[in-house]
């Protein structure tokens, strides 16, 4: 974990990330229409993202590695139903290669 990495967290409002320098941006509850994740190579690693998307077309990219994803997927499970817990962890073992997922969807 770099020192320079984003860290995420989650409130009764919301998920955000703060990328330093008073600089924090989110998404509400409400908000949230869809999640996606795909994995992407880097030079010396997998990067793994989780996104979360509105139907205005906002977007928050949330990276498995920086401080505060478990507590922000953790929080996530419990505001949007219907959302499985298993498959944010099944997601962490998605390959570059695979097509970018659907994790959840609002009805």
């Known amino acids: 974990m770099d020192p320079q990495d984003p ?3 989650a ?4 998920v ?8 924090v941006h ?4 409400h908000d949230i229409d869809g999640i996606d994740g795909y994995a992407i190579d880097a030079a010396d690693r997998k990067l793994v993202f989780v996104e ?21 997927a953790t929080a996530l499970v419990v ?6 817990v298993e498959a944010l962890h099944r997601l962490e073992q ?3 290669e695979d097509p970018p997922t659907i ?5």
């Open 16 to 23: 955000w990330r703060d990328d330093g320098a008073g600089r």
């Open 7 to 9: 860290r995420l967290f």
């Open 79 to 84: 505001h949007l139903p219907g959302l499985d």
């Open 11 to 14: 409130d009764p409002r919301g």
């Open 94 to 96: 998605t390959r570059a």
């Open 52 to 72: 979360l998307g509105t139907a205005a077309g906002e977007r928050l990219e949330l990276r498995t590695d920086w401080p505060g994803y478990r507590e922000v």
């Open 26 to 29: 989110g998404i509400r509850w």
């Open 103 to 107: 994790l959840w969807w609002k009805d």
